[in-house]
């Protein structure tokens, strides 16, 4: 079975602080892909990245970075100098040999105060 | 721009009735998702099709059904709504494979009263 899980359900931070969300996966696919998505007040999930299991390079773009860890089924996202504009819920999620069924984290919901 | 679309951005239902929500994609993609979002649970696949006519229980499909009678358009059916399918509810599409984003609609609240 798959299974994401995002042990962290609030993290409250305050503006140009660094942080971290946590995403630990479940698969006994060899092949599979992990994603972040971002949920903004507005509600309509929005993509940010894609990792293939095979490709364990950290990634950057702007203030956001990418950590993944085969070896502890981690996918972490860390933002950089938080901005107010970063407030969301984030879902990690995972995607294995199943046709594109994609199965989702529990969400964190990030507070950035000004 | 690509677009998934629901049909409601929020329904308030009796228990009961029989509801239907409808989403349409105008991306040609051959999968399409059906996730219901609740505090602390996160987004969980109620149904998933990956072409048309043909679908695929996801995790929670007890008191769902679902249709694909054209490749654009996904509905959830709710048989006989009850209060604890009060929720949010998110349509997703993407192309076929496992490697390729989604794209969600704007969701609907559904209020079982």
């Known amino acids: 079975a798959q299974k994401v899980t995002q042990a962290q359900t609030e993290i409250s931070v305050v503006e140009k602080e660094d942080v971290t969300l946590d995403c630990v996966y479940e698969?006994?696919?060899?092949?599979?892909?992990l994603f972040w998505y971002k949920q903004p007040p507005s509600g309509e999930l929005v993509f940010l990245i894609r990792?293939?299991?095979?490709?364990?390079q950290n990634e950057i773009s702007g203030r956001y970075s990418w950590n993944f860890q085969k070896s502890t089924s981690s996918f972490n996202f860390t933002i950089t100098a938080s901005q107010v504009v970063d407030s969301a819920v984030y879902f990690c999620a995972l995607s294995g040999n199943q046709g594109g069924k994609l199965i989702f984290g529990q969400g964190t919901e990030l507070s950035v105060k000004p | 721009d690509v677009k998934v679309t629901q049909s409601s951005r929020y329904l308030v239902k009796r228990t009961g009735e029989k509801v239907f929500l409808e989403c349409v994609q105008d991306?040609?993609?051959?999968?399409m998702f059906w996730y219901r979002q609740d505090p602390g649970l996160g987004l969980r696949l109620i149904y998933f099709?990956?072409?048309?006519?043909?679908?695929e229980k996801g995790d929670i499909p007890e008191g769902y059904s679902v249709s694909r009678e054209k490749k654009e358009r996904f509905s959830l059916i709710l048989e006989s709504a009850s209060t604890n399918q009060t929720s949010m509810y998110l349509c997703a599409s993407s192309l076929q494979g496992s490697n390729t984003e989604a794209f969600f609609g704007q969701g609907t609240r559904l209020t079982v009263v």
């Open positions: 099709s990956y072409d048309v006519k043909m679908k």
């Open positions: 698969t006994r696919d060899t092949t599979y892909y």
């Open positions: 991306m040609d993609h051959e999968n």
């Open positions: 990792r293939n299991s095979f490709d364990e």
